[in-house]
């Protein structure tokens, strides 16, 4: 049983010519003739048929068949689209849940390669590739929903092109070496959001970033590069919604080519790329690297009774890892799927992405949130996986930082001291040892010296140098600096998760009571162990 029909037919649309399967995206451009007009190019190997959206500003759709098929490209060049239009794609074929096919039309599906986004994720009942409240929850997800999900969702917009090399012709990459690095994470909206320096429209952006009053606060610290909490356009998980929360973090990618829309200061109708750059250059002006916090593992879609977006729509099996059950998703990430990063298909997206934002977008260098999910083949973590592989020979990227997250949720998963030459690591067996060192756990010293020293134990087996240890007190997971002086437990009861997220072994001591405190013995005992 389907749920009621309510796709509007597709309204004639203006002529397709041939195109061309590269780049993949819509990339506006010079077409025969002399004819301007942009080329929109999908892989979707087991689709049975693609078709381009293009939406105008009242919300009119107009349907456009790519019918050219490349090697599992669809593609076609549209005359007359120019940047600013906004689109989509609805992607045809079965409709098989039990062997992993999940193709919808119904479904207005975001470009992977998009870069800008315009609107929102809400996450309504129609943006389900099956019905969500169907009564029967166990086989909800086995039950296609066949309303328009295109007023719902957001769409890509086409952008246009700067010519190669001229944007960034009197850029400076600072370059500062490893061993000299001194990394800043921070969150571009939350850094900015109460600055007293940067002008109140400008708060929450890119462009208070690269406000002078936020620039001078980085080089006063000392700091060489900041690193980014994500920036990928994201999602926010329904569950929140239905609560009325957001994702603050970000870490629900759906758009690994698009900056996050917002925070952009200057509107979202592809303006945010631009005003990426700029930051990116003021930064770079001041001596600072920009180093972007990446999730590659997984997607926002979660698991198969999450919403289909993109990649799941587009298609299923070529993009996720599935269980033997083609139903269910492989989860190593604890957000409910795990992309498949063997498949050619996958690969190729993840690194074209990742030299976008270093040739493009100016970026220094990436963290891989659990990278350790990216360095699975089959099962196991491999270290000789295709992903790393790639990033080994890539003339690009092998030149930029490559700092991994070494560990996931899955079996085998914690990886720390084992990655490959080329790249540095989160070190939690630096930031374990001198918390319990500084509330007085630690029975000697012979750990702290391993740790303060480069943690020879874990990187000098490979002829790693010590700089390949990323050291850390306090970042986004666990207690902040604050916190790890001022409670000996967590107490996250106001987020309404009922105090069950983030970790129980913070490995702090509340230096004699807990909490905020007037006792001025206790708040003097406090500072100095922040210092």
Known sequence: MLAPASVPPPQPGPPVWPGSPQPLGARFRTGPDGVTGTNFALWAGGAEAVEVCLFDDDGTETR??????????????????????????????RWDPWTGARWNPAKLLLDPYARA?????????????HVRDWPQQHVADTVRDDRDSAP???????????????????????????ADTVLYELHVRGFTMRHPGVPERLRGTYAGLAHPAAIEHLTALGVTAVELLPVHQFAHEDH???????????????????????????????????????????????????????????TAEANELGPTLSLRGIDNRGYYRLQPDPRRYADYTGCGNTLHVV???????????????????????????????????????????PFLAVIAQDPVLRRVKLVAEPWDIGSGGYQVGAFPPLW?????????TVRDFWRGRLHGVRDLGYRLSGSSDLYAWGG??????????????????????????????????????GTDDNRSWNCGAEGETGDPEITALRRRQLR
Not at 466 to 484: K, M
Request: proline share 5%; glycine share 10%; with cysteine.
């Open 424 to 432: 540095t690591e989160w070190n939690d067996r630096y930031r374990d």
């Open 152 to 178: 719902h969702v957001p769409k890509g917009v086409v952008v246009f092109d700067e010519t190669p090399g001229d944007e960034w012709a009197d850029d400076r990459r600072p370059k500062t070496p490893w």
């Open 240 to 298: 929140l919604l239905r609560r009325g929360l957001r994702n603050y973090w970000g870490y629900n990618s759906i758009g690994y080519f698009a900056p996050h829309a917002g925070y952009a200061a200057t509107g979202t109708r592809g303006e945010q790329v631009g005003e990426f750059k700029r930051m990116v250059r003021a930064l770079h002006a001041a001596g600072i690297e920009v180093i972007l916090d990446v999730v590659y593992n997984h």
């Open 464 to 501: 790693r140098r010590p700089y390949a240890s990323v050291n850390f007190v306090t970042a986004h997971d666990g207690f902040t600096l604050r916190d790890l002086v001022s409670h000996q437990q967590k107490h996250n009861e106001a987020n309404g998760e009922g105090n069950r997220d």
């Open 117 to 129: 986004v315009d609107g929102e994720f809400g996450l309504p009942p129609e943006v389900y590739g």
């Open 343 to 385: 498949q050619p298909q996958v690969l190729r997206l993840i690194t074209d992405s990742l030299r976008y934002w270093v040739t493009e977008m100016g970026v220094d260098g990436f963290r891989f949130d659990l990278a350790a999910a990216l360095a699975r083949s089959m099962h196991d973590v491999d270290m000789l996986s």
């Open 64 to 93: 456009c068949p790519l019918t050219e098929l490349t090697h599992e490209i669809w593609h076609g060049f549209l005359p007359g689209v120019s940047p600013g239009r906004r689109y989509g794609f609805r992607v045809h074929g």
